[in-house]
């Protein structure tokens, strides 16, 4: 039996539609998905939608029509785009579809069977946004995103999730390779260790949603439905599960890295109690932020992946309109997985994609196939040159070819584990490494000192070797850029890239005397205006985007808070999430009424700010309560500490310290190794800081300052004796010392010399 590989992306929700943040996933999976079938594996590619829950059936109601046609519109809309990039899926499932209503019901009355679904009352917080019960007082926002939850009193049928604590803790122990990264890993582990309680599985104040198999007046709860697709669209539970058998256990699950949990705890521990095998990997990856937060339609700051399709299938004018997409995705789906490390947060910009283009696609991998070929067709008439044997005359040519074989091997290393932008970064420097041999070379020189003959027999050496190197770089990154590798697949004369094979590539594949195809540009170079184009174009779209499935927009002023009080921001804040409109002014309002509320809390205070509760609040309180997060308010600008937030003039005129005082705190210096975002929290970092002796966590209110790249490997000063605080259910092990302008952006202290890391201020 040949080797199977089955992955899947997660089902995107049909509130609204797609944006780069979904097309990144799924072209990471569709570029794993063409290279394993390059290499001979037997490739399932899931990705779908998630049709049902309250979300849906509220911005339903708001675009005036019924969920069914909403999600049907929306649905569409992600499928589209899929098929216009050439996304090469292989089933695309919805959770209306009938084939998965059906499984999912039999899931839950499995579940039943087996005696882990009783039915229970339960009043509780639930917030609608992440379509989950939380731990909030009533009127309280909810812990996790800050957005306003739902006092919801039901009778619901329960899943008896806390049955599988010690289980899941011994599965995670013994399969480190089934959350990834290890960072994701610990989290979801504290989170287990921190206790699981029993999950409410269903919901009678919903109507869209899967019916409870003989009690149909409540409907599945969201998550189960949409978890349980990965096995409902392989055929589980219908009478032809033929591929289910062949394809589950999943061999990956890539997700962003906010449904980790959902990944791997309910989901884990559903397939535990119905008795199913248990996925491989569940891969979760960063965010790709713009304007230095993620792109939401809250927030309004969304980026399209039509908008840079269109953009660059345009400056093609020659091609066909749907030739046009495909080479505008492959643009999108180099620049993706080039530039965003796999698994950290990345910033996309407009800039950048055309910088990366310009050099990476155009005057690099472009430029090297057009002077190659175009050699080619000039002395050897076309036809792939037979180098002349040993081609010892030429300088360099030994040393390139024994470079390949590394090549390819530490492609395939870094690609197979995930590591794109180190695969692309291999690839590339063998383009340069190739260009820099022909500019050595310089085949084109006559040399008058050689015959006419000895000349051919080294310019055939030369371009054998470099249209034999392209080859094998094409091969490598076709499933990167799929339309121009195979554009210049049939320019080296080799036909369709799609048969062949990864597994045995090696130097020398490429035949002499073969015919090389049309020669036509690859890579048109972009210019300035291309990123005021795609800015332009994305501002124009902007309006459109906000309200789900382009429903008309509602009055603006709808649901903007009247008064700066917290209160009313709230409720703003209420009514924009519930009719789903005008959310980005109403978060906007709710962030600033926090803040004013901080300020003002911290002002009538002398004492240090309070104790944090455990589950943190919105991201601007959690700033303000961090041990010394230097953003909320700023803190007079006196010391090199932003002190802890409340900082009122700590040290008062007159009032000084003794240096036995000063002595007391230990300040040292560290460096960054991780940075990351705390998810729905815009001011934080989360950050993992070398101290020389250890390597500490600490939480930072610094994410509008810096972004995390930017931080890796940066020297720091550190407040290493403060006693640790929790924030968000993360602990803060010590403070990041930065001055605190008035009005402005933490600024970090550092040296401007090299000092060691765990080196003390004294
Ligand atoms: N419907 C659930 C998933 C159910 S899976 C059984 C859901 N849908 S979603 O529409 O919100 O999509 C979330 C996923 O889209 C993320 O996990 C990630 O894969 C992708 N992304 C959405 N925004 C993103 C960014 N800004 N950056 C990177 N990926 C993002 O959650």
Redesign the pocket.
């Known amino acids: 039996m040949s080797e199977k590989f089955y992955l ?9 539609r ?5 097309t ?3 072209i990471v999976a569709d570029a794993i998905a063409r290279r394993k079938r390059a290499l001979g594996i037997d490739t399932w590619f899931l990705t779908g ?2 049709e049902h829950g309250q979300k849906i059936e509220r911005s339903a109601e708001q675009a005036n029509c019924t969920p069914q046609e909403f999600a049907d519109r929306v649905s569409a809309q992600f499928r589209g785009l899929w098929d216009r990039m050439g996304l090469t899926y292989d089933d695309f499932i919805r959770t209306t579809e009938p084939r998965h209503k059906q499984a999912v019901q039999k899931l839950f009355a499995l579940l039943m069977e087996k005696g882990y679904i009783y039915k229970g009352s339960y009043t509780g917080q639930y917030c609608v946004f992440d ?1 989950l019960y939380v731990d909030a007082a009533p009127g309280a926002p909810c812990p996790d995103c800050g957005r306003p939850t739902e006092t919801v009193s039901e009778e619901n049928y329960f899943f008896k999730l806390s049955a599988f604590e010690r289980r899941l803790l011994e599965y995670y122990d013994e399969h480190p390779e089934f959350i990834r990264p290890e960072t994701r890993r610990n989290e979801v582990i504290a989170f287990v260790k921190s206790g699981l309680r029993d999950l409410s599985v269903s919901r009678t104040s919903v109507n869209w949603g899967i019916p409870v198999p003989g009690d149909e007046k409540h409907v599945i709860y ?2 189960l439905d ?5 096995i409902t669209a392989l055929g589980w539970g219908s009478p032809d599960a033929a591929r289910y058998e062949k394809f589950w256990p999943a061999d990956l ?7 980790i949990r ?2 791997c705890v309910y ?1 884990p521990a559903f397939l535990m109690a119905a008795g199913l095998p248990l996925p491989k990997t569940v891969q ?7 304007e230095e937060s ?3 339609k809250s927030r309004g700051n969304i980026v399209r992946a039509e908008t840079i399709i269109d953009t660059f299938g345009a400056m093609k004018p020659e091609l066909a309109k749907a030739e046009q997409d495909l080479f505008g995705a492959d643009v999108l789906r180099y620049f993706l997985l080039r530039e965003i490390v796999f698994g950290q ?1 990345g910033s996309f910009s407009f800039d950048a994609l055309v910088q990366r283009y310009n050099s990476d696609l155009a005057n690099g991998y472009g430029n090297l196939v057009s002077r190659t070929l175009s050699m080619i067709g000039r002395y050897f008439d076309g036809m792939v040159p037979l180098p002349a044997t040993g081609g010892g005359a030429v300088p360099r040519a030994a040393n390139l070819r024994n470079e390949i074989p590394g090549s390819i091997a530490a492609f395939a290393a870094s690609f197979d584990a995930y590591d794109f932008s180190r695969a692309l970064e291999t690839a590339w420097a063998l383009v340069a490494d190739v260009d820099g041999f022909l500019t050595a070379t310089a085949p084109w020189k006559k040399d008058d000192n050689i015959t006419e003959e000895q000349q051919q027999a080294y310019r055939s050496t030369i371009l054998y070797i470099a249209a034999e190197a392209i080859r094998i770089i094409t091969a490598l990154v076709y499933p990167v850029i799929p339309y121009s590798a195979a554009k210049v697949w049939a320019q080296l004369g080799l036909g369709d890239i799609r048969k062949a094979d990864l597994k045995n590539l090696k130097f020398g594949g490429l035949k002499p005397n073969t015919k090389l195809g049309e020669l036509t540009p690859l890579f048109p170079r972009a210019d300035k205006e291309t990123i005021t184009h795609m800015s332009e174009l994305e501002q124009k779209n902007a309006p459109a985007q906000a309200p789900a499935a382009e429903s008309p927009a509602p009055a603006a002023e709808a649901a903007a808070p009247s008064t700066s009080k917290l209160r009313s921001a709230i409720d703003g804040l209420a009514v924009a999430m519930a009719e789903s409109t005008n959310e980005t002014a109403a978060v906007a309002a709710f962030e600033s009424a926090i803040a004013e509320t901080v300020r003002e809390s911290m002002g009538s205070r002398k004492e240090k700010p309070a104790e944090p509760a455990q589950t943190g609040g919105h991201a601007s309180e959690d700033a303000a309560k961090l041990p010394g997060g230097p953003v909320l308010p700023p803190a007079p600008a006196t010391g090199t500490i932003a002190a802890p937030a409340p900082a009122p003039a700590a040290t008062a005129a007159g009032d000084k310290i003794s240096i036995d005082d000063f002595s007391k705190i230990e300040l040292r210096v560290g460096q960054v190794k991780v940075a990351e975002r705390v998810p729905k929290a815009d001011k934080l970092l989360r950050l993992e800081v070398d101290l020389g002796t250890e390597t500490r966590q600490i939480l930072a209110g610094i994410a509008e300052a810096y972004t995390p790249e930017s931080l890796i490997g940066r020297k720091v000063v550190i407040v290493a004796n403060l006693a640790p605080r929790k924030l968000r259910g993360l602990e803060s092990n010590g403070m990041i010392v930065a001055a605190s302008v008035e009005g402005g952006r933490p600024v970090l202290a550092g040296f401007l010399e090299d000092v060691p890391v765990g080196a003390r201020l004294k």
């Open positions: 899947t992306t997660p089902i995107y929700y049909v509130n609204a797609p944006h780069i943040g979904h990144y996933t799924t939608t998630d379509e969201v998550w949409a978890l349980s697709n990965y699950h890539l997700v962003g890295k906010e449904i959902f990944h989901w979760a990856h960063g965010w790709l932020l713009f993620k792109m939401s947060d």
